[in-house]
Structures are given as structure tokens and as C-alpha cells.
């Protein structure tokens, strides 16, 4: 009985042990380099600074299971991405991205984006640019229920979602937006509501980082930098501990 008793508390500690799951998705990838710089590629910056992310995690939280939807430079499709989440029965799902603008426009400072229905025309353009990752993939007319990512039109759905986790992403989006300032120094636009598909195809509390602005000389400079990934990485980590703690 003793033994039986022994086994049930060791089975009970271990499941108890890893009781938190974080998918890390580190954006692009493989053919799909995403927003380019002068010399950088967001794919790069985005898995770097994941990377760093979550082993930070995996040191100072043994009870947290860390999955990265890519380790290498390889293409995975969105809404794979999604279901690895799905899957793990994640409890916290977390994309990694590097923001761009068209030539001749300038803009500093990181922004964190949870799920919802855009109120301002700058935030349907990074959904769109984001979500235009889709036309990559062989299948996505039918993949996605005809979403066109590049027309406003599609985006019309995401008024009507109901979204459970709202709160929870929230909080972390500004947990994390707080840290971008307070620890790596960098301009904190803000968190933002919009339509990106990564996030509406997942099941759990979800943000979508924007580390910066690659087409901004300084910014691409600061995002290209060990020491700079290394700022961005620690600053997430500890926008997740935050959050974390407040659970
Ligand atoms: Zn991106």
C-alpha cells in the first residue's frame, strides 16, 4: 500500500512538475523570409531572439514545457503552426515577428497584438502583411475557407469572433510591452487588436510580437545585434514571468 501510495505521488509530482505548456512560434521561415532589411532577414531576427526566449524560460522555470514551432530555418505552414499549439494543449502560445514598412516611412518601437477585430487602418496592414505568408502555401484557398489575406473584405469575420482569452493575452501583451521599455530600452507603442490568422487558429491565450522596425536603419542595426536579440529575448522572458506570477 505504502509502494502504491509511493508511485501515486511521484506519478502525481511529475505530471504536477510540467504543469504550464508555452509554444514559442518564431514567424517565417525556410522559403518565406519575411520582411527583408538592408543586410538582415526578419526569419533570422524572429528565431534568434526566440530561441533565446525560450531557453531563458527552460532554465528559471522547470515546471514550464517549452515547444518552438521551428528550431531551424525551415517553412511551416500557419495553421500547422497553430496545431502544434493545439496539440500540446498549450497553455500560452507566443509569435515572434519583425515589423516593416514600405520605403520612404519611418516608425520605431516594438507593439504587441492580440487577437480582434482592427480598429485602425495600421493595424489591418500589419494583419495583412503578416497573414499574406499563407499564399506560400499550395493548399491555402481551401486551407484557410477562402480567406483572402490581402483583401479588407476577409478580414470582416474577425468582428464577429468571440474570443475566451482575451483577458489572459491581454495581460500578457502588456506584461510584455512594459519589458520592451523597462528592461531593453526600446519605444513601446503599444498592444493592439487585429486579424492575424496564427492567432485566430489557436485555442489558448495568444500574442503576436513585433520586435521592431527592420526597415528602419537603427532599429534593423539594434535587431541584427547579439546584444540587442539578447535585450529583446530577456525583455519577453520577463514579461512571461510576470504574467506567470499573476496566474
Ligand atoms: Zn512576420
Redesign the pocket.
Same mark, same amino acid.
Request: aromatic share 0%; net charge negative; proline share 0%.
Given at each position: 500500500m505504502k509502494r502504491i501510495t509511493t508511485i501515486l505521488f511521484l506519478l502525481l509530482a511529475s505530471i504536477y512538475a510540467q504543469a504550464f505548456t508555452l509554444v514559442i512560434d518564431p !514567424?517565417?521561415g525556410g522559403k518565406d523570409a !519575411?520582411?527583408i532589411g538592408k543586410n538582415s532577414k *526578419?526569419k533570422d531576427i524572429?528565431l534568434a531572439v526566440a530561441l533565446a526566449f525560450g531557453e531563458m524560460v527552460k532554465a528559471n522555470f522547470p515546471d514550464v514545457k517549452v515547444i518552438f514551432t521551428r528550431k531551424t530555418d525551415v517553412f511551416v505552414e500557419l495553421s500547422e503552426r497553430a496545431n502544434i499549439a493545439n496539440k500540446a494543449k498549450a497553455d500560452l502560445f507566443v509569435s515572434i515577428?519583425?515589423n516593416s514598412l514600405p520605403k520612404g516611412r519611418i516608425s520605431r518601437g516594438t507593439e504587441t497584438y492580440t487577437l480582434g477585430m482592427h480598429k485602425a487602418a495600421e493595424n489591418l496592414e500589419v494583419a495583412k502583411? *503578416?497573414n499574406s505568408v499563407i499564399t506560400m502555401e499550395s493548399n491555402y484557398k481551401t486551407h484557410y475557407e477562402g480567406f483572402d489575406p490581402s483583401s479588407s473584405e476577409s478580414y470582416i469575420i474577425f468582428e464577429f469572433m468571440q474570443d475566451q482569452n482575451m483577458e489572459k493575452s491581454v495581460m500578457f501583451a502588456k506584461n510584455v510591452q512594459q519589458e520592451f521599455a523597462a528592461t531593453a530600452g526600446r519605444k513601446n507603442k503599444g498592444v493592439f487588436q487585429a486579424g492575424f490568422l496564427v492567432l485566430r487558429e489557436t485555442s489558448m491565450p495568444s500574442a503576436l510580437v513585433e520586435l521592431g522596425y527592420i526597415s528602419t536603419p537603427d532599429e534593423e542595426r539594434y535587431l541584427k545585434s547579439a546584444a540587442g536579440q539578447k535585450a529583446l529575448a530577456r525583455s519577453i522572458y520577463k514579461g512571461f514571468k510576470a504574467y506567470k506570477n499573476k496566474l
Open positions: !514567424g517565417h !519575411g520582411a *526578419e524572429n515577428h519583425t502583411r *503578416e
